[in-house]
């Protein structure tokens, strides 16, 4: 079963440090990587999006993808109170399948 | 440009009564899915319409769904009979290619009693 994996948190990043969020998947031919936030209540909303390995930079916010290692990441530099939310890995395993396939989440606290 | 808009934002139902979601996908975007998340769980695929047509419907949980696209502009997620464990929040996303960058909208939180 294809799997995508997030620790739930939460996890704690004081004000104007740099916030390291993990995701691991299970399957080596997965294509598309997606970086949601997700306030309570509200719609996932997209973040990033990574198809290649390395990184991929777009202003505070970095992807890393290593496909050997099947692993994902999203750092958030200079964090703000405004970042504290819910962060969704998801990935597109691809072969005629786009569903997307989540983690359970993060749960991001920026402490003042 | 509008986002994807769904329809309604809540619904209250009780069990073994039918409920109908709507779902409006951004113009011109010919990828809809849904999808669900049910308490304490991940968000979870359903299905995926091409157009008019269902590419991949392999998440749809029984046969008590159905969805349809007629015309492949709006899709509407019928569930019937509901029952208890139906509840949870139905999200539909669209995107203009498949294994493109998939939008949300606000999900209808639906509540079986």
């Known amino acids: 079963q294809k799997e995508v994996e997030q620790n739930s948190g939460p996890l704690s990043v004081p004000e104007g440090a740099i916030a390291s969020l993990n995701c691991t998947y299970s399957d080596r031919v997965s294509q598309s990587f997606f970086w949601y936030r997700q306030y309570s209540g509200k719609s996932p909303e997209l973040i990033m999006s990574?198809?290649?390995?390395g990184d991929k930079e777009d202003g505070r916010f970095t992807a890393q993808l290593n496909k050997a290692s099947q692993y994902v990441s999203l750092l958030i530099r200079d964090s703000q109170p405004s970042d504290s939310a819910t962060y969704l890995c998801?990935?597109?395993?691809?072969?005629?399948?786009?569903?997307?396939?989540f983690g359970k989440g993060t749960h991001l606290i920026i402490q003042p | 440009e509008a986002g994807v808009t769904q329809f309604p934002s809540h619904s209250v139902i009780e069990k073994g009564q039918t409920v109908t979601l709507r779902c409006d996908p951004i113009s011109g975007h010919d990828n809809l899915y849904w999808y669900r998340r049910v308490m304490g769980k991940e968000i979870k695929f359903l299905l995926h319409?091409?157009?008019?047509?269902?590419?991949?419907e392999s998440g749809m949980p029984n046969n008590r769904f159905l969805a349809e696209r007629t015309g492949g502009t709006y899709s509407t997620l019928k569930v019937q009979p509901a029952e208890l464990e139906d509840s949870g929040v139905y999200f539909c996303a669209s995107s203009q290619d498949g294994g493109q960058p998939q939008h949300f909208g606000d999900g209808t939180r639906l509540s079986i009693l």
């Open positions: 990574i198809y290649s390995n």
């Open positions: 998801a990935v597109i395993y691809g072969g005629g399948a786009d569903g997307l396939t």
């Open positions: 319409f091409v157009k008019e047509s269902k590419q991949d």
